[in-house]
């Protein structure tokens, strides 16, 4: 079955679906996005990430597309046109087609696309054994917080990731201080269980996952720290995992092939994992 688009006022199937070759999102990567898990054809904290979306288009200066409202009913439309259950959806906003210039022309509508993914279930595997991350330099720019389209150095990160057989690469800025990763935020526990990630500043995207979870945490009794976090320090954690939308929670065993703690998921990460999939279901 064709997959049915949202782009800039109509629902149109996947092979029509097509944005001008003079967008900016196109030319100049100049635009924002958002990626939300939906679980049983809901969007899972919808709130939280046009909230996000509203902080990414003002820091670009980039009006809403559309009111928040229409946007959420836009997302819904583009859920029951696709009949996603469990999936995600993807929303791109971009300032808009205009002819090539720098700088940035007056009154250029936004563009604005929706498509909706489903996904099957989760690989077992993961949660069970955890995953591998390698390290690599940070060479991103100064406004991490904004969840802007260019993503060249995530994806040759990913890639890189991906040939060494690691599940992502975790960024080390100049300071030896693991950022996030190309696709989540990366955390680590300490021998006292307390619960350690990078504070939500520019260096990182303020993650929606990382937010829930810092208050599934709280909420579980644990001791959850903003603070920057070395190699050396999460190569000695007795724990370490990630989490992002699409991963939720995953247990990272091994950092650059040497080991974290025992070298298996531990029970700090396991119960984050639990509390986010009820948080995510439900139940
Ligand atoms: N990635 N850090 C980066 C660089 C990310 O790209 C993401 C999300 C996160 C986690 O954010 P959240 O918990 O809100 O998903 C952290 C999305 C899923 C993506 O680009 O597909």
């Known amino acids: 079955m064709a997959r049915i688009a949202y782009v800039n006022g109509r629902y149109v199937t996947g092979d029509l679906a097509a944005v001008s070759i003079e967008d900016r999102g196109y030319q100049f990567a100049d635009g924002v996005y958002e990626v939300i898990w939906v679980q049983q054809g809901k969007p899972v904290d919808l709130e939280r990430h046009f909230d996000r979306l509203d902080c990414s288009l003002d820091s670009l200066n980039i009006p809403w597309p559309m009111s928040r409202r229409a946007l959420g009913v836009v997302v819904g439309e583009v859920l029951r046109r696709n009949f996603t259950r469990n999936g995600h959806v993807y929303i791109q906003a971009t300032r808009g087609a205009a002819r090539r210039n720098h700088l940035v022309p007056e009154g250029t509508a936004p563009s604005l696309v929706v498509t909706a993914s489903r996904e099957g279930p989760r690989d077992a595997a993961i949660q069970d054994q955890g995953v591998g991350v390698i390290t690599i330099p940070d060479i991103r720019w100064k406004r991490c917080d904004i969840k802007s389209i260019a993503l060249l150095p995530n994806i040759l990160g990913k890639q890189k990731a991906s040939r060494e057989k690691a599940f992502d ?115």
């Open 169 to 283: 690469a975790w960024q080390v800025n100049g300071h030896d201080i693991i950022t996030e990763g190309t696709t989540t935020n990366a955390w680590i526990v300490d021998e006292k269980d307390e619960v350690i990630t990078h504070p939500a500043n520019h260096h990182i995207l303020s993650g929606i996952t990382r937010r829930v979870v810092m208050e599934l945490a709280e909420e579980g009794g644990l001791q959850v720290t903003e603070r920057p976090f070395t190699v050396a320090e999460a190569r000695a954690a007795s724990e370490a995992f990630m989490t992002s939308t699409t991963n939720y929670v995953v247990p990272v065993v091994s950092i650059d092939g040497h080991k974290v703690g025992d070298g298996r998921p531990g029970p700090v990460t396991r119960g984050l994992y639990e509390r986010y999939l009820a948080h995510v279901t439900g139940e």
